[in-house]
């Protein structure tokens, strides 16, 4: 009876000593989010405030009547000073400088904001700011449903088909990928198998399609960062609502 007795105080104590490991051990460290942007619902990333919005702690509140302000803000500013565009905590400017296809991040020192490539299934925009205008702050979003793309990629294309079976030598998939189609004499079957293309001199396909497939899908419209909700970040899946435009940004007029 005592040896049983020494043996349950034993596992009591073990038991005892993992929960204590368990409460001291560290949680997984948050993202370390940049200047006017806010955690995600994981913690593990960060999205910017919307445009008329400005961040307060981990949180975004809206601009006071009549005031301005630029996706990724820590303040609002009057009409003025936002047209003038010398108020970094209002105004995106030039502070990012991210190529479309990535987006910026705080660099692992806290310091700097660094660019880092969009992950693959997404594609790279540039955010609308408060004027409606394209901005220099560049964002992902997920590709749309039946397309995926590249890690680092401005657009999505169409995911490669699975064909239930194999066109011998020589010939192309036809009627979606469920026949095959000999080529014929100076022709070759193109890397996807899905067209005849003219042959090289040694017999092969090149590298791309001499002509275009109008068919195919077009990359899809940038979400933008919506003023209301469900908008961009913790108010809604981004590319939902009434974006912020949504046509084309004109130009400066041509010197007469």
Not at 237 to 242: D, F, K, L, N, V
Request: a positive charge; hydrophobic letters at 25%; proline letters at 13%.
């Amino acid at each position: 009876m005592f040896a049983r007795l020494g043996l349950q105080r034993h596992a009591a104590a073990i038991l005892l000593a993992v929960a204590a490991m368990l409460l001291l051990a560290p949680s997984a460290k948050a993202a370390d989010c940049l200047p006017g942007w806010t955690h995600s619902a994981s913690k593990k990333s960060c999205t910017p405030c919307p445009a008329k919005t400005y961040q307060s702690g981990d949180a975004c509140q809206a601009c006071g009547a009549g005031q301005l302000s630029d996706p990724g803000s820590t303040s609002c500013c009057s009409p003025t000073v936002y047209s003038s565009g010398t108020n970094a905590s209002c105004t995106i400017g030039h502070k990012y400088g991210c190529k479309v296809g990535s987006t910026p991040a705080l660099s692992s020192d806290g310091k700097t904001s660094v660019c880092t490539a969009c992950a693959a299934g997404t594609y790279g925009f540039r955010a609308r700011d408060a004027q409606q205008k394209s901005s220099d702050l560049t964002l992902c979003a997920p590709c749309p449903s039946g397309q995926t793309s590249k890690a680092g990629s401005a657009s999505c294309h169409p995911n490669p088909p699975s064909p239930p079976f194999t066109c011998p030598p020589g010939s192309i998939y036809t009627a979606n990928y469920t026949q095959c189609a000999t080529c014929g004499p100076g022709t070759t079957p193109n890397r996807p198998h899905t067209a005849c293309v003219p042959s090289r001199p040694d017999g092969t396909a090149p590298l791309a399609p001499t002509t275009s497939n109008p068919s195919a899908p077009k990359p899809p419209a940038a979400p933008g960062i919506l003023e209301t909700n469900p908008g961009f970040g913790g108010q809604g899946p981004a590319g939902t609502g009434t974006p912020l435009g949504g046509g084309p940004m004109r130009g400066p007029a041509a010197p007469k």
